[in-house]
């Protein structure tokens, strides 16, 4: 049994955000509640139309992406997705992104007292913001303290705050520690990385190539604190996930892997599966 | 109109029973268990690049019109699809041969909206995008819909199934751009006096965005109804990633985005905000 | 014609640092003549063996690798390796890394004095340095400056110091700063991304897979500096060497492309020659 | 000894001739132009996984012993490999066909020395990795040196060639660990017998790093020279990532670092510091 800031999960795999599209269409290939947790793309306290296209490109094993966010804003999201999910008894992981730490603690108070809602992951470093509202990076170990303190204050006891940080290898054990200190209960590792299309324009890269990027931010910050991770970043298949549960990571996330394959994540489940009698690797 | 839910896609392991090249498309038939059987016309498919057991290097998916789906070779629901080789993604599948596996996805999308009435339709395709005009054309005969057809390509050997088209069809116009065989013109050139004398109540079009509006246009301007199938970049084909953003108007006149694919590819042509579409004018 | 902080190269094609071997091995797929450079891989004032086995590990579309830097010492590096490339008529860009700022002023003054050196190159993030004894790692501004200071200081003019920077896309240009500053020349951008093996051991990452992570990087260094700067980080195609210099690097580096073919190098040379009536794309 | 210079590699994209199952072996004959000619016994060749058409997401090379040059179907210089399916890069070579494309480079490395006199000559190999020392027992013959082979493997499927082996040499020793054919056992149960027979001047060996290290052992025993063929995991195969070491001692009695792709991979048996190598003991 997966046990992440104090929730039980069925299983220790995790839809990424903005991975997953509404839910909706991920449940064609697999019932949402066996998954560990359906993280949401992020939701801001407004709504988002996105970016321009292309949006996505595709790079060598990745996958370069700048939505620029779109999403029906926090009131769309708990009238229309939210309950449709609940009712699919999936356990729901809202990821926020703000333009201010006001905004931030205003989403954090919106989504506390909707039932349902099983944790808030703060998206700190959104790659791809696009030309919409900028949102808040955070780029000093200060400002990822600040965030997820505005956030975890708002919250009932019993919803906790994950932070997902930015993978700078250097870097992440010190955002690690201010997270935890600033009220954190587990950390997300492999948020995308700042990359740009060949055009010049910022954009997030994901997808197998950035792999072992993630994994060196795994060990630095497994190393720096004790609070439950999830590992996320170009996991695709079994041995992705074992080598990272066997470096200390409680759970992982998947995302481009389910654009490329949308039944990876349910493959990966079934796969982990201690009851399971065969095991399948899912390419 | 009834029938413009999505479609319930699966994902499986498909193989190549046949595939024949004819002008300058490949036609490839499919096994993929679960998804012929789930097709309705204006659906898709979407293939990964690259053998299912080798590592992929290319992540985005292919999006193919379902052309027929049909028993052959003692499989029920065989996949025809129309490949024309453009990039590396569909150059990899007019290279497959019989007994290649493919992973595939479908079928995916909202298909084309069948009218409850017998009224009269015309269809509208440019190139491999006729694809799934021609079971359409059969369910709409089936519900004693008149079927007038337009097919225009850039030359011959991108026209698909002139021949079979007059099986299906009452009336068929044939534009090619170098007037190889037809009209010479563009299918936009055509349109008014096409709907004009069948009366259109119904258009349905697929093909390039200039196309599209152009039907939709027209449609409008005849007081008929359009279906539109969009063809616009898709990387997951499957709605999770909201990569293939759609202006759209609501039912309740509020601008909204629609994804091309999940909430596509299918859209009533009065709906979609062409001045806003990229790829609209060509 | 390329011009490089005053350095005039046959092509803007230039062989990573750590890439080519000692040149002989390269040399049989192509003059080395024609290269815009050829890159040392990193010299350290004493001799390093390098470290364990497995080194390197493929990635998807990448190569993970801690090579541990074995190199045969400046000395050695000097009487052996540099005489045979300058017969080569090679332009040799030596790359240099130290265990201190002491350390590296002694490198750039040996290297100054040998006849031939045409460029230095300040490897200031290794991210591979193994168990033998760790190298100094540029992780501030002030910290970069100082490296590149202490090399130029010690350089005969018409010897320029290029900085290869971290590519933390969030950092680098502050890098970029503080290296121009302290008198780089011309920057180098793309680095091998710190990464981890799966047994959790640190490697750096590089090939087609980073191609999107280096040109971010480029382009904030673009941004905010005005030397020439080199393009390095997932170059493998002619299509990757024309969108960097579209953006406004002045060459670009070609490493983990040329361990997958070594005739690479050559290959884009040729078809980037403005002289060739055909080009072909290497793939 | 002469003759151990490295090889003069190309890279080329070659083409398959010919493939054939034998045993658990995939006996492949390729067209790559310059790589025969060049060729002497204990060079080899590396090859990319995946069609030169294609992206590819594998970046390492898969090194393989050039086992025959023969002349075929037009081409002066065909080159035999033998490959036994392991991995995702020799299963892909396993699956190739004739006429399917793929991106050779070689001869590479440092081929077996050969004595300038005609010495008594003992060839070692185990498995696939037995595939050079054919070439080489042709080459000793023309030089009058007399050959006795050593062939082993973990069973008869991955015997390679006993009955050609019988051709060439002077006498043949065949051990299999199941004892399906010849004796059975190791290699290293046989060896000082063999050598004490056959007077050995000389020992020459390829195969699985400990076979390598009791060859060594057993020639120093016997007062002979020993040339062994290493196998180390390879990344660019061409001498540039420096991520093959083989710790050797120099003529100077220093300990060094050689490369086992361009200093090697035939090294002297005496100079290899076996204790230090990675894969010495199994
Ligand atoms: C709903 C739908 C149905 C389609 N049906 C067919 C069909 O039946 N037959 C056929 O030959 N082609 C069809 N296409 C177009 C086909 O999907 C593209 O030509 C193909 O994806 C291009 O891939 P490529 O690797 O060959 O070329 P590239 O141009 O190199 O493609 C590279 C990337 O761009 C995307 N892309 C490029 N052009 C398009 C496009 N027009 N539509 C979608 N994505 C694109 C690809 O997904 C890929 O990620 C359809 C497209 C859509 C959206
Ligand atoms: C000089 C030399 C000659 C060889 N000759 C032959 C031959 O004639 N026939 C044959 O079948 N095999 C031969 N091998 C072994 C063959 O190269 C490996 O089995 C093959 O690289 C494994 O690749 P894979 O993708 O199938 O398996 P994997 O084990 O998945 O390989 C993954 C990675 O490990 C490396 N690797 C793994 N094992 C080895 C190994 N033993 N040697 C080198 N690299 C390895 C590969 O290069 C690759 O990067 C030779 C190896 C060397 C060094
Ligand atoms: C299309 C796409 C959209 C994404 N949207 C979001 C998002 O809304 N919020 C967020 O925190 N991360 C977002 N991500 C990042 C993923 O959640 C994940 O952290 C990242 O892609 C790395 O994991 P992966 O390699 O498994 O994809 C997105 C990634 C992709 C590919
Ligand atoms: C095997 C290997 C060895 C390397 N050794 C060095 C080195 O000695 N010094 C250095 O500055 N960079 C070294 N690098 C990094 C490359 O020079 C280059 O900056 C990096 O690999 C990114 O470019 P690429 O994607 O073209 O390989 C090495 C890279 C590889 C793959
Ligand atoms: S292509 Fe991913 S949502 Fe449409
Ligand atoms: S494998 Fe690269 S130097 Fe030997």
Known sequence: MTVLAGLRLASPVVVAAGCGGTGRELAAYGALEALGAFTTRTITLDSRRGGPVPRLLETPSGLLHATGLPNPGVDGFLATELPWLLQQRARVVVSVAARSLGELAELARRLGTAPGVTAVEVNLSPPDTGPEPELMMAREPFQVGAAVAAVERELPRGVPVLAKLRPDAVRVAEAARAAVESGAQGLVVGQALPAAMPDGRAAGLSGPAVGPLALRCLTEVLGAVDVPVVAGGGVATVADVRTRLALGAVAVQVGAALLHDPTTAARLVAALDPDATSEETPS | ?282
Chains 1, 3 share one sequence.
């Not at chain 2, 019989?98 to 909206?113: H, I, N």
């Not at chain 2, 170098?178 to 009366?199: F, H, K, M, T, W």
């Not at chain 2, 499957?238 to 590819?265: K, M, S």
Request: charged share 20%; glycine share 12%; net charge neutral.
């Open chain 2, 1 to 282: 109109m009834t029938g413009s839910g999505p479609a319930s896609p699966v994902h499986v392991t498909g193989e190549v029973l046949a595939s024949k090249r004819i002008g300058a498309f490949w036609h490839l038939t499919l096994v993929a268990p679960g998804v012929g059987e789930r097709f309705r016309p204006g659906t898709f498919l979407a293939v990964s690049v690259g053998s299912p057991d080798e590592g992929r290097t290319r992540l985005g998916r292919r999006a193919l019109w379902i052309h027929q789906v049909r028993p052959l070779g003692g499989y029920a629901a065989t996949v025809q699809v129309v490949v024309e080789p453009v990039g590396p993604g569909t150059r990899w599948l007019a290279g497959l041969e019989r007994g290649d596996r493919l992973e595939v996805t479908g079928p995916l999308g909202r298909p084309f909206a069948l009218p409850k009435e017998p009224v009269s339709t015309v269809l509208v395709g440019e190139g491999y995008a006729a694809a799934p005009l021609f079971s359409l054309a059969e369910r709409l005969r089936e519900r004693d819909c008149p079927v007038t057809l337009v097919l225009g390509a850039p030359d011959e050997a991108r026209l698909l199934n002139a021949l079979e088209a007059r099986r299906t069809a009452r009336a068929v116009t044939v534009v090619t751009r170098d007037g190889s065989v037809g009209a010479r013109g563009e299918i936009a050139d055509v349109l008014d006096e096409v709907l004009r004398r069948a009366g259109a109540d119904v258009v349905y079009a697929a093909g390039p965005t200039p196309v599209l509006h152009a039907v939709a246009l027209a449609a409008e301007a005849h007081g008929a109804w359009s279906q539109t199938a969009l063809e616009q970049p898709l990387t997951c084909a499957t709605g999770l990633c909201h990569g293939c953003p759609v202006p759209v108007v609501g039912e309740d006149g509020v601008a909204r985005t629609a994804r091309a694919c999940a909430d596509g590819p299918v859209l009533r042509g009065d709906r979609v905000r062409w001045d806003d579409l990229a790829g609209a004018r060509s």
